[in-house]
């Protein structure tokens, strides 16, 4: 059974960081793509940042540039979300997501097959 489970969210004021860390079992992601998805109140799930299989390849929503970083380690089958400079509509549950079929960095929900049960990142002002 292949399971994503999510660590590091949790509530932090405006400015500070958090990392998010990823780790894959019941089958290797080695050469698949990875990456993370959030969802605040009220909106649909949204692509954060995206990896490709080697991880030279990263992909990120423009809202997040320049601020968030995401890796991965293929030994270790995980991949992480280190967060920068967070804003208060940064807030949302973070979501992990690998794929079966895509070994580049695709930015649509539909090309991940396997996901994370979610950690909740909180941004105070």
């Known amino acids: 059974q292949v399971q994503l489970v999510e660590s590091g969210g949790g509530l932090v004021q405006a400015g500070g960081s958090l990392r998010l860390s990823c780790a894959a079992s019941?089958?290797?992601?080695?050469?698949?793509?990875m990456g993370w998805f959030r969802q605040g109140p009220g909106n649909n799930r949204q692509m954060v940042a995206v990896i490709n299989w080697s991880g030279n390849s990263p992909y990120y929503a423009d809202s997040v540039k320049g601020r968030f970083t995401v890796s991965r380690d293929n030994a270790e089958n995980a991949v992480y979300l280190e967060m920068n400079s967070l804003k208060p509509e940064d807030t949302a549950v973070y979501y992990c997501a690998a794929s079966s079929r895509m070994s580049g960095a695709a930015p649509a929900a539909a090309s991940y097959d396997y996901w994370g049960q979610g950690t909740q990142v909180t941004v105070s002002s």
């Open positions: 019941g089958r290797t992601f080695s050469n698949n793509a």
